[in-house]
Nanobody
Framework: QVQLVESGGGLGQAGDSLRLSCAVS????????MGWFRQAPGKQRERVGF????????FYADSVKGRFTVSRDNAKNTVYLQMNNLKPEDTAVYSC????????????????WGQGTQVTVSE
């Protein structure tokens, strides 16, 4: 059974930092590209960033570029989202997702999804 479990969300103030973790089980983690997404109330889901299965490539949305960093620890089957200089507009439910390196899916379509963790940033 594949499980993706996010943690590390919570409350913060503008300018704070938070680190989200996504612990993965039930699959060969090193073979999966890992993405982070967020969805704010009343808004569409937004891709925040991803890290390739090899770890050699990363992508960030313009809204978080320079502030957020995605990393992975294959020994721990965990992907991280380091969020610095948080802004109120970063308030959302953050979810991680996994896509196999040979998956036919592309773009924002991933094979597996976590349930999400809430991040709330106040002024």
């Amino acid at each position: 059974q594949v499980q993706l479990v996010e943690s590390g969300g919570g409350l913060g103030q503008a300018g704070d930092s938070l680190r989200l973790s996504c612990a993965v089980s039930g699959l060969t983690f090193r073979s999966y590209t890992m993405g982070w997404f967020r969805q704010a109330p009343g808004k569409q889901r937004e891709r925040v960033g991803f890290i390739s299965w090899s770890g050699s490539d990363t992508f960030y949305a313009d809204s978080v570029k320079g502030r957020f960093t995605v990393s992975r620890d294959n020994a721990k089957n965990t992907v991280y989202l380091q969020m610095n200089n948080l802004k109120p507009e970063d308030t959302a439910v953050y979810s991680c997702a996994a896509r196999h390196r040979f998956s036919r899916r592309s773009g924002d379509d991933y094979d597996y999804w976590g349930q999400g963790t809430q991040v709330t940033v106040s002024e």
